[in-house]
């Protein structure tokens, strides 16, 4: 059984700083990405920051320069520092996880979002 929770947000003013997290429970045979989404209002859900398994870390073109993403393996805990906050950055943000199980075929995996906002 896979569970993914977020903690970490609020409300914060522009200029300012949150980190969220996301621990993760369950047993995979791999993951093969973890990384942040988030959806604002009126808009679809769009793609933060991603680690791949083996590859370098991507970010949106929109986050670049004051987000980072880490990892500690320890505490199987995914995290989203971000830092300068805009008022664009408003939305729910959800940990994600894809990965293969023992069905041994690749799935995703969604938190329960939890919300940033800030304002002007």
């Known amino acids: 059984q896979v569970q993914l929770v977020e903690s970490g947000g609020g409300l914060v003013q522009a200029g300012g700083s949150l980190r969220l997290s996301c621990a993760t429970s369950?047993?995979?045979?791999?993951?093969?990405?973890m990384g942040w989404y988030r959806q604002a209002p009126g808009k679809e859900r769009e793609l933060v920051a991603l680690?791949?398994?083996?590859?370098?870390?991507s970010f949106a073109d929109s986050v670049k320069g004051r987000f980072t993403i880490s990892k500690d393996n320890a505490k199987n805990t995914v995290y989203l520092q971000m830092n300068n906050l805009k008022p664009e950055d408003t939305a729910v943000y959800y940990c994600?996880?894809?990965?293969?199980?023992?069905?041994?075929?690749?799935?995703?995996?969604w938190g329960q979002g939890t919300q940033v906002t800030v304002s002007s």
């Open positions: 994600y996880v894809r990965g293969v199980r023992f069905s041994l075929r690749e799935n995703e995996y």
């Open positions: 369950g047993r995979f045979v791999s993951i093969n990405a």
């Open positions: 680690i791949p398994t083996g590859a370098s870390t």
